[in-house]
């Protein structure tokens, strides 16, 4: 069995117009593992992997994956270590087809890299090997939020971080996208899932995180919480 991979956050804080909204967050995430943060509108759920992907700076703190600092690094270098973002809101480029699209998030790859990345993505998704020649922005929601799996499958990451997976989408497509999740994990990549439906996320989860205000309060077992629903209501209100 290959080694256990982790991305390990410490004592994070992140500044949002000048006003700090994540306080010492703390946590770590397995590979193999699907890991679930949850936590009401507002409760800092994005801040906390937009900081982990470079994308927003941070305000205090460290990250690293395994032994590499990913700490103050740009989202590209923080990709090549090996963490791949997939945004919310199903980000692709309209004008640009399937393929392309695809094959955008890989453009640092060998020729034969990019070729394996893509057949690895179209084995999870058929439905977009079939659609490869249209334009992006013919997708449906669904399609598009495949299309934006494979970007982070492509890139052959160590750990995935999925912002909203089911945002403003069918339960049949939700349903496939988290069938792609679990996948993901058996084959050894660390997931780490935001999902408003906490209860599609726990699920799916074997580890769980709660956030409330900006920090986190609870971190272990999905089935504790699920066990507890007191936990989530309470971060639920209290938000
Ligand atoms: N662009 C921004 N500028 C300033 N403050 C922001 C910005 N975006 C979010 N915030 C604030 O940061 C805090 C955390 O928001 P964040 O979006 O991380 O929460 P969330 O848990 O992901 O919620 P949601 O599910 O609504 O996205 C909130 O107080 C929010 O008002």
Do not use: C, W
């Amino acid at each position: 069995m290959a080694a256990i991979s982790s991305v390990v956050v410490k004592n994070l804080a992140v500044e949002r117009g000048g006003k700090r909204v994540i306080h010492d967050v703390s946590f770590a995430i397995k590979s193999g593992e699907i890991t679930a943060l949850l936590g009401a509108n507002g409760a800092g759920k994005s801040s906390t992997v937009m900081a982990l992907a470079g994308v927003l700076p941070i305000a205090g703190g460290r990250m690293r994956l395994d032994a590499t600092s990913l700490t103050g690094l740009s989202p590209d270098r923080i990709r090549r270590a090996g963490l791949a973002l997939v945004p919310e809101g199903h980000r692709v480029l309209g004008q640009l087809s399937v393929e392309d699209n695809i094959l955008v998030a890989a453009f640092d790859g060998s020729p034969s890299a990019r070729r394996e990345g893509l057949e690895r993505a179209y084995e999870i998704f058929p439905e977009l090997a079939q659609r490869k020649r249209q334009l992006a922005s013919d997708l449906s929601g669904g399609q598009k939020q495949m299309v934006a799996m494979a970007q982070a499958f492509i890139a052959k990451p160590g750990f995935m971080v999925v912002d909203e997976l089911s945002l403003g989408l069918a339960p049949a497509v939700v349903k496939r996208l988290a069938e792609a999740l679990k996948i993901a994990a058996q084959n050894g990549i660390g997931v780490l899932l935001i999902e408003q439906f906490a209860n599609l996320a726990l699920d799916l989860a074997d580890h769980a995180m709660v956030m409330e205000r900006g920090r986190l309060v609870y971190d272990g077992a999905s089935t504790t919480l699920r066990a507890n629903p007191e936990i989530l209501h309470g971060a639920y209100l209290a938000s």
